[in-house]
């Protein structure tokens, strides 16, 4: 059996971002080349061998949509297919793609949206494969009350005793979001301008998930964006959602992606598929066994799993929708987050693309 070690350097984000000031035509040559390198990868995912074994670094988060993930690596998922993983385990989805560009990591979990920010910043990014989402139809769902339907992952949270409402009541209040200009900051701002606030007044403070909850309790911040588990011990203490941004904003699709350099797919191509493949039994996983994916984010959290019971688990996609990747990217460039024009075919690996 050969085994293939790949060894990586940490760079600067701030030096990757001046490499790449721009989206180039060199740029879009090499996603062209990244087509046709992929579309000549042999490998198979029923077909699942070790025949090479390669170590892979994945930069993740130890929240609820990771689970689906972290469990398909306790069953031997990703060992199947010759993959040995290493996960190196940050505090927000901005420490991901800093991760990956920056050659920290092989493959980082991200928001579709940050990754938008990213190639809108000429960084040379290819989603290897979709992950956790939105499911198919939650928001009329989720505004019939629908059984089932009525939470999501992702919310917007203020104390017991505020006087805020609706989000259209931030405005000119201090809100912490998980990101600059990415998925939880342009969706805070989308229902705070829906709720007739003014998205431009509020002060917006970047933290993790579970540091932006303690902060709210800390009364450092007026309103928290957070998410599946931090948002449990809130809820659990009094505080109230007044808002499921992502959903709303989004409505359904595919919200978080499995993200490489461009460079390392075309050295890495049937790494790339192997990868690819394994996701997809981890997304069946999860949409199959929840409570193995509460218990599974438990144990990452170090929490007691009955903390977790009524947790919401996110949607697992196994291809890539495009219809829904095409909207969140015209939704983000209709708020000005990016200016970039990004042909969304040229940076998808043929193997993860769905109808």
């Not at 069953?75 to 505090?91: A, M, R």
Request: glycine letters at 8%; proline letters at 5%; a negative charge.
């Amino acid at each position: 059996m050969n085994r293939t070690l790949r060894k990586t350097s940490a760079i600067t984000a701030s030096a990757v971002i001046t490499v790449f000031s721009c989206i180039t035509p060199a740029a879009e040559a090499a996603e062209n080349e990244m087509q046709k390198v992929m579309a000549a990868v042999k490998y198979e995912c029923d077909a699942p061998n070790q025949d090479t074994t390669s170590d892979v670094s994945v930069a993740a988060l130890p929240i609820m949509s990771n689970g689906a993930m972290f469990a398909a690596d306790n069953q031997g998922i990703f060992k199947k297919h010759g993959l040995q993983i290493e996960f190196q385990t940050v505090s927000g989805l901005p420490a991901t793609i800093t991760a990956v560009q920056g050659g920290a990591v092989d493959i980082a979990f991200t928001g579709t949206v940050a990754t938008f920010q990213a190639m809108d910043r000429g960084i040379e990014l290819t989603f290897i494969a979709p992950f956790a989402g939105i499911a198919p139809g939650y928001w009329k769902k989720m505004q019939a009350g629908e059984k089932g339907y009525t939470r999501e992952i992702n919310a917007l949270l203020v104390a017991p005793d505020s006087a805020i409402k609706t989000p259209g009541d931030l405005s000119g209040k201090t809100v912490v979001v998980g990101d600059v200009k990415g998925q939880s900051e342009l969706t805070t701002r989308y229902v705070i301008k829906k709720h007739g606030g003014d998205p431009d007044s509020v002060k917006y403070v970047v933290m993790g998930f579970a540091d932006a909850v303690n902060a709210l309790m800390a009364g450092q911040v007026d309103a928290a964006y957070s998410a599946e588990p931090a948002i449990v011990k809130a809820e659990q203490a009094g505080y109230r959602i007044i808002s499921w941004p992502g959903v709303e904003t989004l409505q359904e699709g595919p919200t978080s992606a499995f993200v490489a350099s461009t460079a390392w797919v075309l050295e890495n191509p049937e790494v790339a598929v192997r990868f690819n493949c394994a996701i997809r039994e981890a997304t069946a996983l999860g949409r199959e066994n929840p409570d193995l994916v509460r218990k599974t984010t438990a144990e990452k959290q170090n929490i007691d799993p009955a903390e977790l019971a009524n947790a919401v688990v996110p949607y697992y996609y196994s291809m890539l929708d495009m219809k829904g990747l095409q909207r969140f990217y015209s939704i983000e460039k209709d708020a000005k987050f990016i200016t970039a024009d990004i042909d969304l075919s040229s940076v998808v690996i043929p193997q993860a693309i769905g109808n």
